[in-house]
């Protein structure tokens, strides 16, 4: 079994609802030497919530950053059997690297990339947003000969994926809505919370006074449902 060699996947494509890749694309990049580590970091945002006779304050999630992903990367064309004065120039592989933070074609942005090595396939999809160049060898002609490029890519997914990962079409979650022709705010509630009668809710949340009166196209807010408190139970309800 040969050595497996991380492979740099670069978009090919961007579909309707998701980027495409494809494994044999030219512009796949296939590192020449495995980076010897790979440091991923992330961070997520907590608020204190202030409040009196409490030494630590009630933290509440506010948000979270993509996590980054950062490797070093070696190029080396100096141990070939070519003569020093022919040498070929490292220039050919880092360019590559440098096209991931140029805008492409009519996409208007850089590309996406997924990053992949042996049996875990695809570890982490993202967008480059840093590189630095350290080129450390070069012949008598001048021609760069070795190079150390420090990449650093944010995660990055696509706004489908991300709903399906956060299960967003769960009702304790407050989501907006697309009025479409014929909706009524008992009907969006019966296919939200599987209860029409909380249409109610919906219109509180909106302040709308005609529940009936809605105009297709328009956007309300739908609120997550609270969880109601837990009934009591008396002695002649068991009897």
Known sequence: ????????????????KDVRFDDHSETNIEVKFNPKTLSVSRSVSWQSQKAAKRDAPELQYTSADPATLSVDLFFDTYDSDKPIDQKDS??????????LAAVSGDKHRPPVCRLQWGTQAVFFQ???I??????????ELGTPVRATLK??????????DDRKKQNLMSADVAKVWTVRRGQTLASIAAQEYADANRWRDIAAANGIDD?????????????????????????????
């Open 151 to 160: 990449c650093s890519f944010k995660q990055w997914r696509s706004n489908i």
């Open 130 to 139: 840093q590189i630095d160049q350290n080129y450390t060898m070069f012949t």
């Open 90 to 99: 490292v220039f050919a592989e880092t360019k590559k690297l440098l096209a």
């Open 1 to 16: 079994m040969g050595l497996a060699k991380m492979v740099i996947q670069v978009e090919v494509g961007h579909g309707e």
């Open 126 to 128: 993202g967008v480059l």
């Open 211 to 239: 529940p009936l009166a809605l105009a297709p196209g328009s956007t309300i807010l739908l609120p997550p449902v609270r969880p109601s408190a837990s009934r009591v139970i008396r002695a002649e309800d068991i009897l």
